[in-house]
């Protein structure tokens, strides 16, 4: 079964000052996570060998649902994530035909290759925990009440409010 989220890389690896570009939709893992994807991403990538390093290059549009920080109901925001990571390259290049084979190193404590392919859906998760707000709410603003029924977050607007509103820098 073959993962349409898996970009192999090799042939750039290989070949320094090589470069591809890929545009594609990827849907994302996201378990254990709050977070729901209204949409694959929308992925533009360039991926570029200078020999020691692997350049990836591009952007991200993410079209997903948070839980708001206050009441917890799902709030709808859209990212557009950057990609600008850069990672070594082991080895010699089979393209210098002196029988060597050149690898990506990653030392990620998430695993984002597999071998000389990326696994994009890893990448781009990474990155939105990066450059996701740390704090969303379904109203837009601290100062305007949630978009819920009252009872839902009653026992929210006490001192506990203010003690949060302290924090929305
Ligand atoms: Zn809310």
Same mark, same amino acid.
């Given at each position: ?56 290059? !591009?952007? &991200?549009? #993410? %079209?997903?649902?948070? @839980? ?5 109901? =799902?709030?709808? *925001? ?21 029988? !060597?084979? &050149?690898? #990506? %190193?990653?030392?990620? @404590? ?5 071998? =000389?392919?990326? *696994? ?10 990066v450059q996701l707000p ?36």
């Amino acid at each position: 079964m073959s993962n349409p989220t898996l970009l192999d890389l090799n042939s750039v690896v290989q070949h320094p000052g090589s470069s591809e570009e890929f545009r594609l939709q990827c849907p994302l893992a996201l378990e254990n996570r709050d977070i729901f994807l209204a949409a694959p991403a929308e992925v533009h990538l360039k991926v570029e060998s200078t020999g020691k390093m692997l350049l990836l290059r !591009g952007s &991200a549009v #993410i %079209d997903c649902t948070v @839980p708001c920080s206050r009441c917890t109901n =799902n709030v709808p *925001i859209k990212l557009d994530i950057e990609i600008d990571e850069e990672y070594g390259i082991s080895g010699t290049p089979s393209s210098y035909g002196i029988g !060597g084979f &050149a690898t #990506i %190193d990653s030392d990620e @404590p998430f695993e984002i290759f597999k071998g =000389n392919s990326l *696994i994009l859906s890893n990448l781009l998760y990474e990155e939105l925990m990066v450059q996701l707000p740390h704090q969303s709410l379904c109203s837009g603003s601290w100062d305007i009440p949630c978009n819920t029924p009252e009872e839902k977050f009653l026992h929210l607007d006490t001192g506990e409010d203010s003690l949060l509103k302290g924090n929305t820098d």
